[in-house]
């Protein structure tokens, strides 16, 4: 199975055409006589998300070329948020000191999570542009399962039941400006609710923008338990430098990947 990991495009009008740097990479693909299987984008589509105009041109971009460049099944790109996807102007500033003071360890945010009350529906807004380019992306349905902060696609490769997990990783944010390093949160029963609705498939991913260290320490640490424990390979984005990790860790040998060359240098 040939995986294409692609993240960080920021597209937008007014930034740097980045036709050049996605049919560079087409054209190695082609010299190398590869065949792509499947196109994982981790996030950063846009540059502004609150621009909803600019997803589509991004998507016939990007996504275009490798459908008729690298004759990719559509049905395989598999995407997830980042932080530049969401729109910031949608903030719940009472949101920010009641994460700060309420929300202090795994139990109570599995509770907020599965409250689905108003302030959890408030957590939701600056998500809503990207969420909303996902339902016109995907084929809702048996194979795609949309929810609040992630998505759950379920393909099949030579015989072999695969289910893929976006996380998505700026859900809150927009309620820390700029620091989202040690402040993000997912919460760990979404973890577990979807490792039990997968527990016979073959191969299971998780795809997020932010790198596991980017959340808050307590719910990092569990996060990354689970993910080790129930999950074989893991893609991320965001970080916006000239090189590339692998690791091979954890009792059933998860292979992580996170995507360090972006296809823009706008910041991260």
């Not at 692609?6 to 560079?24: E, Q």
């Not at 459908?67 to 559509?74: G, M, R």
């Not at 949101?95 to 003071?101: A, G, I, P, Q």
């Amino acid at each position: 199975m040939n995986i294409l990991h692609l993240t960080d495009l920021h597209y937008s009008d007014k930034g740097k055409d980045p036709s050049k740097v996605i049919n560079a990479i087409i054209t190695k693909i082609k010299e190398e006589n590869i065949v792509i299987d499947f196109v994982f984008f981790t996030g950063d589509i846009v540059n502004i998300g609150a621009d909803d105009a600019q997803y589509s041109k991004a998507v016939n971009l990007l996504f275009g070329a490798l459908q008729s460049e690298l004759n990719v099944d559509a049905s395989n790109i598999i995407i997830c948020p980042g932080n530049h996807d969401i729109d910031r102007s949608k903030i719940s500033k009472s949101l920010k000191s009641y994460f700060n003071t309420d929300i202090n360890d795994n139990l109570s945010l599995n509770k907020f999570y599965k409250s689905k009350d108003n302030d959890f529906q408030n957590s939701l807004s600056p998500l809503t542009p990207y969420r909303n380019f996902a339902n016109s992306f995907y084929n809702e349905g048996a194979e795609n399962d949309l929810c609040d902060i992630y998505s759950l696609h379920y393909r099949q490769f030579q015989n072999k039941r695969i289910a893929i997990l976006g996380l998505y990783t700026p859900w809150l944010s927009a309620l820390f400006g700029g620091e989202d390093k040690g402040n993000l949160l997912i919460p760990t029963d979404i973890l577990m609710e979807v490792s039990n609705k997968i527990k016979g498939y073959d191969i299971k991913i998780i795809l997020m923008h932010h790198p596991v260290y980017f959340l808050r320490e307590y719910n990092s640490y569990e996060v990354e338990n689970i993910i080790h424990s129930n999950f074989n390979m893991l893609f991320s984005g965001h970080i916006h430098k000239i090189s590339s990790l692998s690791r091979h860790s954890g009792t059933n040998g998860i292979f992580e990947h996170v995507a360090m060359a972006s296809l823009t240098s706008e910041g991260s």
